[in-house]
């Protein structure tokens, strides 16, 4: 079994604002770029969702994982899309085993 963690992130945003959710969380992900350990953070829609956004993650450990979870959430960028969250977000745990993308 891989040390790498992941996780699917499920975040709704108030009505309308799914498009800027997204575009936030885009730039939280060009942040994550340099963050060690993380080998990939993506942002997700869904067609039938509009307001919807999905972030799938995957860590090299739980040590990264956690420093990135820990950061300021100005510094992470978190901080711009919290006003648009509706609730808080859901997160399925995941243990990446491998495949096309993850070496």
Known sequence: MSARVGRY???????????ALAEGLLKVAEGMRSAPGCEL???NRTPDEEDAVWVTEVWADEASSDAALNQDLGEAGLGAILPLLAGPPEFIELAPVGGPGLA
């Open 9 to 19: 992130v499920r975040m709704v945003a108030t009505p309308g604002d799914g498009p």
């Open 41 to 43: 953070y993506i942002v």
